[in-house]
């Protein structure tokens, strides 16, 4: 079995390379609009909350108030130790950060590995601002809302409902952990956080280079072309939803579809951020199949709903 594996993975080189010397004309322009899109969407917000987050998980910054809330967030959703930190740091920065936080929490023996794994099942949230931004382009502000609502509650019903029971052992909340000063941690942080970048802007050139070979070869419609743009990366479709000529609904569907599963893309960083830990992604790749069918199935429920009731 190794050993067709072996052949398989040789065999799929050689076929990129020669698409990549027959179609070396898209290489160029698919890595300016690459590294066009990095710096301007993904590293002036990404950059901050990674330095951030990782300040905040060494200095301990979020200790008193996670003794308050963990006890009873641990207690709805079937977790351990520092959870609420990892909830909370995930919910304002995105995702692939959130798999970064869990991991490095999970390092440091502040949560099980149970813990992380349901963790990484229930905490990606598209950036906010983000959403709005790109959304904006094509919805109302009222659909715009409504899709990002969905999008996190989906998320929400996951965690209660959807997790497995935790372990029955007692982690402290407070760390023994000795913590480094503010001064002292904003170093590694930076160099952390520029490392995670680079591994980011690599997935995101990768499927620009593809999706380009792709639809070149393989002549699409403009609503087959955003759903296949968008499930090998998020931002390429949702930002030519508006090419669409469909009712605002089919648009509003796909786009809370590719949101809620977040694209190859993504899920490659977010394998790469886990790499010692292959079990968190295999839970992370469950919690986006199960948040893409609660969040649509929702979404045209509450349109029926408003419309025809």
């Known amino acids: 079995m190794n050993k067709l594996k072996k052949i398989f993975s040789l065999l799929l080189i ?13 290489l160029q322009p698919s890595v300016i609009s690459s ?3 990095w710096l301007t969407k993904v590293f002036p917000s990404l950059f901050i909350m990674f330095i951030l987050n990782d300040l905040i998980i060494s200095t301990n910054v979020l200790q008193d108030f996670n003794k308050l809330i963990n006890p009873l967030f641990n207690k709805l959703f079937k977790t351990n130790g520092n959870a609420f930190a990892c909830f909370i740091l995930s919910l304002f920065s995105g995702s692939p950060t959130n798999a970064y936080i869990i991991n490095e929490t999970l390092k440091k023996g502040e949560i099980t590995r149970k813990t992380a794994n349901n963790l990484m099942r229930y905490t990606y949230f598209s950036n906010p601002l983000f959403l709005y931004n790109i959304l904006s382009g094509t919805f109302n502000k009222y659909i715009t809302f409504k899709i990002i609502i969905i999008h996190y509650l989906a998320n929400i019903i996951i965690g209660l409902f ?3 029971g935790e372990d029955k052992c007692n982690l402290l909340i407070n760390n023994k952990e000795k913590k480094n000063s503010f001064i002292l941690s904003l170093p590694k942080s930076i160099t952390k956080s520029i490392n995670t970048l680079s591994v980011i802007f690599g997935c995101i050139t990768f499927y620009m280079i593809i999706t380009n070979i792709i639809i070149s070869i393989i002549p699409l419609n403009n609503t087959l072309k955003v ?3 968008g499930l090998l990366e998020i931002t390429q479709g949702l930002n030519i939803l508006n090419t669409i000529s469909n009712k605002s609904i089919i648009k509003e569907i796909i786009a809370i579809f ?5 694209g190859l893309s ?3 960083q977010v394998l ?4 010692d830990n292959k079990e968190l992604y295999q839970n992370y790749f469950i919690g986006r199949v199960f948040q893409a069918l609660i969040s649509t199935n929702a979404y045209i429920l509450i349109y029926i709903i408003t419309t025809y009731l």
């Open 35 to 37: 590294l066009k899109l």
């Open 162 to 164: 959807l997790t497995k």
């Open 258 to 262: 590719l949101i809620s599963f977040g």
């Open 14 to 26: 050689f076929i990129l390379i020669f698409i990549l010397f027959k179609y070396n004309y898209l």
């Open 266 to 268: 993504i899920h490659t």
């Open 272 to 275: 790469s951020l886990t790499t």
């Open 227 to 229: 759903i296949f743009k």
